[in-house]
């Protein structure tokens, strides 16, 4: 099955990506796992909404 990743910034498009999985729950788990700019992101099948994720980076960190 094809899954499509989209990143957003400012509610613009910013990147994509295909996952190709054989289930959701591995796609679930890849898109969880995909290391992303900062933004939001969303991981859809066929169009309709899988799951959105905020991809935000740690400024904070040292």
């Known amino acids: 099955m094809r899954y499509e990743v989209t990143v957003t910034r400012?509610?613009?498009?910013f990147c994509g990506a295909t996952l190709r999985?054989?289930?959701?729950?591995?796609?679930?788990?890849?898109?969880q796992d995909l290391p992303l700019p900062e933004g939001?992101?969303?991981?859809?099948?066929?169009?309709?909404?899988?799951?959105?994720?905020a991809a935000r980076l740690d400024r904070t960190a040292s």
């Open 40 to 53: 939001e992101a969303e991981l859809r099948r066929g169009g309709r909404l899988v799951a959105r994720r």
């Open 10 to 13: 400012n509610g613009q498009y």
């Open 21 to 31: 999985c054989s289930d959701g729950e591995t796609a679930l788990r890849r898109f």
